[in-house]
């Protein structure tokens, strides 16, 4: 009887750290939210953008584009700035460009001005695109790191669902000219407001303790880590976070030595590979691939919420699979998925068979293998496997590379169609995803269930 007294305590112990790191992670998440929402909203506004500024084709790519331009620059900061002022300080300081952005992206007076806004919220972007599964990898017990980040990506695919019907609801406040005057203004001026939830609650969570232990402020550290871990698992936690610190992190060209260039290697090609397999593509232009189906407009609007739709369910899912099968798995199954449905969808349009739901059915299939393996996995295993004393830097270069690589393929895939067409361009597309069920095959090794510190010694095995 005695006995039981403690077990109770102790899992009563282990279910309030869980609300706790649960609760903070959920927090740091709203960044992956803002993300979702920033991406997607120009998507509503773009056609009264392009009636109200009299823009060109170019300049219609540009105002979407340059989101993504201010989104590069972001990434490149986020790990000097998150090494020197912290995780939270630089997360905080995201909210505010994200916030200054979505404001003067609402009052633009003129297109250059909306450009320059467009670009500070991307900056912020970035900025959390990095910082928000790193900090969240960071606060994280290692049973549990993989479904804590992956809620960034739920975050994210639920900010994109959501703006669809928001930009829906404001374009039925007004008329075609009230729309081209105002309506978009105040889609971008909607993301002021959980610019301004994010921000306030930032104020109210830790620091990430590994950060702090960097900075020799240990003290600091470890009752954010008793919350997380209890007393005794956190003191040993500390010793252990002291001892992957035990070297200063050099300058950037030790990322290039043996072990550390592995996993930057792997870090850099998870990144790109989940931009290159065109799920950007499919999302940005999915009511366009479905008008190319003989798809009425009406009829594409309704198959591309079905798109978001399979997206937010299958990251659910994913956020459920991948502390329990491991993050290689998921990568595995999902490329072979991904690969045969893109396979299916070029076939579909080189032999001229895209009538009836042949097109939609693999094109939410691939969706679906996507946003239960590529979507949130990438963006959790860039947030855990490198060391300690590089993660900040090297978690930026990788994010920075697939931010470049959403870039090109957002800007290329509408030439792609008209040059190529459908077909060809779809299989380049599964091809792209053969090499990444290689690329996991041979290189991705498996960190489920391994805390932060034991990464290093995973790579310098190799």
Known sequence: MQASVPAS?????????????????????????????????????????????????????????????????????????????????????????????????????????????????????????????????????????????????LAVVTGIFVVYFINSYIAGLGDQAWNVSTGWRWMFGVGVLPGILFLALLFFVPESPRWLIKQGRAAEAL?????????????????????????????????????????????????????????????????????????????????????????????????????????????????TVMTISLAAIGTAFYTGHTSGSLVLFFVLTYVAAFAVSLGPVVWVMLSEIFPNRYRGRATAIASMALWFADYVVSQSFPPLLSFAGPGVTFWGFGFMSLVTLLFTWKLVPETKGKTLEEMESLWSLK
């Open 223 to 335: 009752p954010v880590l008793i919350k997380i871990h209890g007393e005794e698992l956190a003191k040993k936690e500390v010793l252990e976070i002291k001892e992957s610190f035990r070297q200063d992190a050099g300058p950037l060209r030790d990322l290039l030595r043996p072990g550390l260039r592995l996993a930057l290697f792997v870090g850099i090609g998870l990144a790109v590979l989940q931009q290159i397999t065109g799920i950007n593509a499919v999302m940005y232009y999915a009511p366009e691939i479905f008008k190319a189906t003989g798809a009425g407009t009406n009829a594409s609007l309704v198959q591309t919420i079905l798109v978001g739709f399979i997206n937010f369910a299958f990251t659910i899912l994913s956020i459920w699979l991948i502390d329990k099968v491991g993050r290689k798995a998921l990568l595995l199954v999902g490329s």
């Open 9 to 153: 305590k102790e899992l009563q112990h282990t279910n309030s750290n869980l609300k706790f790191v649960s609760l903070i992670s959920g927090i740091a998440a709203i960044g992956g939210l803002l993300f979702g929402f920033d991406t997607a909203v120009v998507s509503g506004a773009i056609g009264f953008m392009q009636q109200r500024f009299a823009l060109d084709e170019f300049q219609v790519g540009w105002a979407v584009s340059s989101l993504i331009v201010g989104c590069i620059g972001g990434a490149a900061a986020a790990g000097l700035l998150s090494d020197r002022f912290g995780r939270k300080k630089a997360i905080i300081a995201a909210a505010i460009l994200f916030i200054v952005g979505s404001l003067g992206s609402a009052i633009a007076g003129t297109f250059s001005w909306y450009i320059l806004a467009r670009m500070v919220g991307g900056v912020g972007i970035g900025i959390t695109s990095t910082l928000c599964p790193l900090y969240n990898a960071e606060i994280s017990p290692a049973k549990y790191r993989g479904r804590l980040v992956a809620l960034n990506q």
